[in-house]
């Protein structure tokens, strides 16, 4: 299955086969990244990954997809000189990070997308997840995001092997 992302108006719908659906993307719109820190959420098709969740906010999402808990002390590095770039962390963690135990509701639910990882290129842009959009939709920091029912809703529809297409 091909998850499709695209803009929409003044905003961004993604579609799973059931009808497109409003989402969030990032303040600096699709396009080509340009490096960490950008705001772009990145033009192309990538792997859907894994699922991550809150434990202590929702329990674990129905899909065929690997499922992980998030621990308080998880983080993922957005550091472009460190080893672990664009990696999972656990904190405290000395080079430049990303909590994910998060006290908004952003990270309740997180699909970690295939985006600069294999190869990791120091600098490409790091962190680009499917999450829990804010209730306005507000942009995100390059990740795409939908309502947490519609979030669910997809997951059970995904495998190993799915793809994200973000699209212009």
């Given at each position: 299955?091909?998850?499709?992302?695209?803009?929409s108006?003044?905003?961004?719908?993604?579609?799973?086969?059931?009808?497109?659906?409003?989402?969030?993307?990032?303040?600096?719109?699709?396009?080509?990244?340009?490096?960490?820190?950008d705001?772009?959420?990145?033009?192309?098709?990538?792997?859907?990954?894994?699922?991550?969740?809150?434990?202590?906010?929702?329990?674990?999402?129905?899909?065929?997809?690997?499922?992980?808990?998030?621990?308080?002390?998880?983080?993922?590095?957005?550091?472009?000189?460190?080893?672990?770039?664009?990696?999972?962390?656990?904190?405290?963690?000395a080079?430049?990070?990303?909590?994910?135990?998060?006290?908004?509701?952003?990270?309740?639910?997180?699909?970690?997308?295939?985006f600069n990882?294999d190869?990791v290129?120091?600098?490409?842009?790091?962190?680009?997840f499917?999450?829990?959009?804010?209730a306005?939709?507000?942009?995100?920091?390059?990740?795409?995001?939908?309502?947490?029912?519609?979030?669910?809703?997809?997951?059970?529809?995904?495998?190993?092997?799915?793809?994200?297409?973000?699209?212009?």
């Open positions: 299955m091909e998850l499709v992302v695209k803009k108006g003044n905003g961004a719908t993604l579609d799973w086969g059931a009808g497109e659906r409003r989402c969030a993307i990032g303040r600096g719109g699709i396009g080509v990244k340009g490096g960490e820190g705001g772009i959420t990145p033009i192309g098709i990538f792997p859907i990954r894994r699922v991550l969740y809150r434990p202590d906010r929702v329990s674990p999402p129905q899909t065929k997809l690997p499922v992980s808990p998030i621990a308080e002390d998880d983080g993922w590095c957005d550091a472009p000189n460190d080893a672990n770039y664009n990696k999972p962390v656990k904190l405290p963690y080079a430049s990070h990303e909590r994910m135990w998060r006290e908004d509701h952003l990270y309740d639910v997180v699909v970690i997308l295939g990882d190869p290129i120091a600098g490409k842009g790091s962190a680009i499917l999450h829990v959009a804010r306005d939709y507000g942009p995100t920091e390059g990740c795409v995001a939908l309502s947490l029912p519609d979030l669910l809703a997809v997951l059970e529809t995904l495998s190993p092997g799915d793809t994200i297409h973000i699209d212009q």
